[in-house]
C-alpha cells in the first residue's frame, strides 16, 4: 500500500524531448521502410533484422500486414483511396515507434512512389530518420518464389489489381538502400541493412 | 564496406513471441489508459509517468493529442463516427507499444464508456495488459483550473459539444485505478500508477 518507488525521481512539467530520451533509452529511433513486390523476401528480412536488433540489445519493432491489416488498419479495403490511407497510417505509426528511439521496421508491398514519398515527409517534417529499403528481385524470380500462393491467383483472375500483375509496382528511385535478394542471402541483407544504420549513427558497431 | 556487425547472431523465420521479446528488452509491455475530463490532470500525471518510468530505465511513451491529433488522426473531425474511430486507433497503437514491451500511456478524454470498453477488448484479445486508470475530479474543479480556456468557450457556446458542458462523460466503472486530483499531488499520483505496475508484475520495484 505504501510502498516508496523511486520517490527520489524529479520530472519536469514539459514533454521529454528527443535528446532527452535518447539519452534516457541510450538508443536513437528511425525507420526502415522496406518495399517491394511481394514475394521479394521483405518480411524474411524484416524478420531477421528484428530478431538481430533485439539480440544487440537495440529496440526494435516490426509493422506488417499481420498486425496491422488486422488491427489499425482493418476498417481499410483495396480502393486506391484506401490503399493511400493503409500507407498513410503505417508511415505516422512507424513515426511515432520511431520517435520512441525504436527502429521500426516496416514490411509492406507499397507500391506508388507518392505513398512512400508521403511518408518520408512525415518523417523529414518531425525530424525523424527516415530509410527506404527497396527489396529487389526480378518479377520472375519473386512469382516462382510465391510464398502464399498470391501470383497464381491473379494470373488466373482470382485477385484483382494484385502488384506485378495487374497493378504498377513503382520502382523507389531514391532508396537508401537496395537489397538484391536474388543476389543476397538473408545474412547479408540483414548485414546491410546494420552497415546503414551503423553508417547513420543510429546504432553502435561494437 | 565489409565491417563485420553482429555475425554470431543467428535467428529463425518466424515472428519472435511475445516472451522472447519480454526477454530480449527485460520488460513487460502494458496499456495506462488514462480518461477523465479536460484539466482533470491526465497529461501531467502522464508527463510525470514517462518521465519516471524512463529515467527507471523502462521504456515508455505516451499517446497525446499533440502526437496523434496532428498526425495518425488528422484525418478525424468531431462527429460521433470520428470519435469512436479515434479511440479506436489510439487503442490500436497503444496496443502495438505494448506489444512491443513498452508502457504505453495514453491521455485523451474518451468519455464515452463503448470506445473504452472497446480498446480493453482489443487488448484481452491479443493478451496484452491493459490498465483504465479515471483521472478524476469534480467537473468544478477541471473548470476553475481550465488550463486551455476550453470550459470558459464552452459556456460561451463557441464550442459544441464539449465533454462536461453539453455532451456527456461517462465515468469509468470498472477502472483498474482511481487517482482523484483534487486530493492527490502529482507525485501521489505516479506512485499510485507505479504501485499499480508493480502488483501486476509489470515492473521491478528495486
Request: proline share 3%; with cysteine.
Amino acid at each position: 500500500m505504501s510502498k516508496q518507488i523511486a520517490t527520489n525521481i524529479t520530472w519536469h512539467d514539459s514533454d521529454v524531448t528527443a535528446e532527452e530520451r535518447q539519452g534516457l533509452t541510450g538508443q536513437k529511433g528511425a525507420t526502415l521502410w522496406m518495399t517491394g513486390l511481394s514475394g521479394s523476401g521483405k518480411s524474411t528480412v524484416a524478420v531477421a533484422l528484428e530478431q538481430t536488433l533485439l539480440k544487440m540489445g537495440v529496440n526494435s519493432y516490426r509493422l506488417d500486414g499481420d498486425n496491422i491489416r488486422h488491427g489499425l488498419n482493418k476498417n481499410l479495403g483495396f480502393s486506391a483511396e484506401d490503399r493511400a490511407e493503409n500507407i498513410r497510417r503505417i508511415g505516422e505509426v512507424a513515426k511515432l515507434f520511431a520517435d520512441s528511439t525504436c527502429i521500426a521496421v516496416t514490411s509492406f508491398i507499397s507500391p506508388y512512389a507518392a505513398d512512400r514519398d508521403h511518408v518520408r515527409e512525415l518523417h523529414e517534417e518531425a525530424g525523424v530518420p527516415f530509410f527506404e529499403v527497396y527489396v529487389s528481385c526480378p518479377l520472375s524470380v519473386a512469382e516462382e518464389r510465391d510464398p502464399k500462393g498470391l501470383y497464381k491467383k491473379a494470373r488466373a483472375g482470382e485477385i484483382k489489381g494484385f502488384t506485378g500483375i495487374d497493378d504498377p509496382y513503382e520502382e523507389p528511385t531514391r532508396a537508401e538502400l537496395e537489397l538484391p535478394t536474388d543476389k543476397l542471402s538473408v545474412a547479408e541483407s540483414v548485414q546491410k541493412l546494420l552497415e546503414l544504420l551503423v553508417d547513420r549513427g543510429l546504432i553502435d558497431a561494437s
